[in-house]
């Protein structure tokens, strides 16, 4: 852990080598976790390199006694909200579904049958598709913890909150998608 410390360290002073080993680092869980938070793999791409290309412009306020990861989720999250934010406006504009809507797919073992696999992508995008249609204040302690597998402790540094606060946001998370997927035709 003191050579990752010493890596935050010299990244927070502008070492251009030391962030770029950060970004390695972290790409491949940020990515999922972006990936998770809006539901379109090509967006979540790209909303990844915004959060990079955001945090090393403000790597100067990275205060490196705190997680490069919880500092990073914090900015992706931004981002993801303000990805949000411009699809609601440009559904209101364009009206009807968003075009660039997005199908999750499953990749089934040999042994699956086509119903099976069918079954299961369906599963899939609902769940999906259910998740994303969370509130942000719900679905990001839900993605933090549930998916991520973070505690909750870490959760409520990222999004600046209290341990309670992001208990009581789980539990609705999951009273939201238990009734959102018991309503869904299937």
């Excluded at 967006?43 to 915004?50: M, P, R």
């Excluded at 945090?55 to 990275?62: D, F, Q, V």
């Excluded at 990222?158 to 341990?163: D, N, R």
């Amino acid at each position: 852990m003191p050579e990752r410390e010493a890596l935050q360290a010299r990244a927070a002073g502008g070492d251009v080598a030391a962030f770029d080993a950060l970004m390695r680092e972290t790409k491949a869980g940020l990515y999922r976790f972006v990936r998770r938070y809006i539901g379109d793999p090509e967006e979540a791409y790209d909303l990844v390199q915004e959060a990079y290309a955001a945090s090393w412009l403000a790597i100067g306020r990275y205060d490196p006694n705190r997680s490069f990861e919880a500092w990073l989720r914090t900015i992706a999250i931004n981002k993801c909200r303000d990805w949000s934010r411009r699809r609601r406006v440009r559904r209101l504009l364009l009206g009807g579904p968003d075009i660039n809507s997005w199908e999750a797919l499953v990749v089934a073992d040999g042994e699956a049958s086509v119903e099976d696999r069918h079954d299961a992508a369906t599963r899939s995008r609902r769940l999906q598709a259910a998740i994303a249609a969370l509130p942000p204040k719900l679905k990001e302690p839900l993605l933090l913890t549930a998916i991520e597998e973070r505690s909750q402790a870490e959760a409520a540094e990222i999004l600046g909150l209290s341990v309670k606060a992001v208990e009581m946001r789980v539990a609705r998370a999951r009273q939201k998608l238990a009734a959102h997927l018991q309503v869904l035709p299937e």
